[in-house]
């Protein structure tokens, strides 16, 4: 006997409920397990580009959003749907976040010196786990009711020939909204050591490769990291294509921003909001490529 809309609807607000109020305790705890030292927080400004409760809200909203549906829609159970849904949280919100951060700390004084980047991560850690822990448990992944079956595979051939070539288009996403959406603010060229005018495209990129020529090569390996954070999710997705599309592109857009809004004593509020809405679009538009040319049907 199927559950009717109403009640189907209920019961996903439940669980969106109790996955927002997890994610909450969840990053209490890991901040609890290890705090912030004084010289970082005492520079917190008041605000960010939201304030501290809106952010809260906003955080909570978004990770109880992506995962409970990716939750809801995986064929997978147990320890399984536990590590599917750690992959995509931690992945796509610290690892490839923090890893960047300390590829231009020189921009961050506070994290020079010391080891908060890597207290970065094992907070991520801590927070992914538990908070994906309670959502496995909120989906009924835990039970021994059966689950809806995967409907698409990934080929490993083909996984690995598409995502040298989406790495490559991460790169000119990374270029193409780096310069025309973050680029724009002079605050924000100036916290990276910038001009105080704004160069040309080919110009400006020209003086960054001949500072960092190696940046492309991070930014590649960087790419394939990201589709990483997705395989998982791919090969255990029971819903249609559009809709992988939809949540892969929302997975990536906002799992890897949403903490830009929180008041940050590591960069000013400008800098957050134009890298908020630089790195949210580029790597929203590669989500989206991701789930459309690497998962496969499954054949029935």
């Known amino acids: 006997m199927t559950s009717s809309p109403i009640k189907t609807a209920f019961k996903i607000f439940l669980q969106w409920i109790g996955a927002f109020i997890g994610f909450i305790l969840s990053l209490m705890i890991a901040d609890m397990l290890s705090p912030l030292p004084k010289n970082i927080t005492d520079a917190a400004p008041a605000v ?3 304030s501290l409760p809106a952010a809260m809200l906003f955080n909570g909203a978004v990770n109880a959003a992506i995962l409970t549906w990716a939750a809801r829609r995986s064929s997978f159970k147990g320890f399984a749907l536990w590590m599917q849904l750690a992959a995509l949280s931690f992945g796509a919100q610290t690892f490839l976040t923090q890893i960047e951060t300390g590829y231009f700390l020189h921009a961050f004084p506070l994290l020079q010196g010391n080891f908060e980047v890597y207290r970065f991560i094992l907070r991520g850690l801590v927070t992914s786990l538990l908070f994906t822990l309670l959502v496995a448990l909120l989906a009924g992944g835990f039970s021994r009711k059966p689950r809806e079956d995967a409907k698409f595979i990934v080929d490993t051939d083909r996984a690995v020939k598409a995502g040298a070539g989406l790495a490559a288009v991460y790169i000119a996403l990374y270029m193409l909204f780096g310069y025309y959406v973050a680029w724009q603010s002079q605050e924000l060229r100036l916290f990276y050591g910038g001009p105080v005018q704004l160069n040309s495209l080919i110009a400006q990129w020209t003086v960054t490769l001949m500072t960092i020529p190696e940046l492309p090569v ?7 990291l990201w589709i990483l954070c997705l395989i998982p999710l791919f090969k255990g997705f029971s819903g249609g294509r559009v809709e992988l599309v939809v949540l892969s592109a929302l997975a990536l857009a906002l799992l890897p921003t ?22 949210s679009v580029s790597t929203g538009i590669f989500g989206a490529l991701c789930a459309w040319f690497i998962p496969m049907l499954r054949k029935v």
């Not at 991070?218 to 394939?224: K, L, N």
């Not at 949403?258 to 790195?279: C, D, G, K, R």
Request: glycine share 6%.
């Open 258 to 279: 949403a903490q830009l809004a929180f008041p940050n004593p590591l960069m000013p509020a400008e800098v957050s909001l134009y890298h908020f809405w630089e790195v």
């Open 218 to 224: 991070f930014q590649y390996f960087r790419g394939i």
């Open 48 to 50: 960010g580009f939201l």
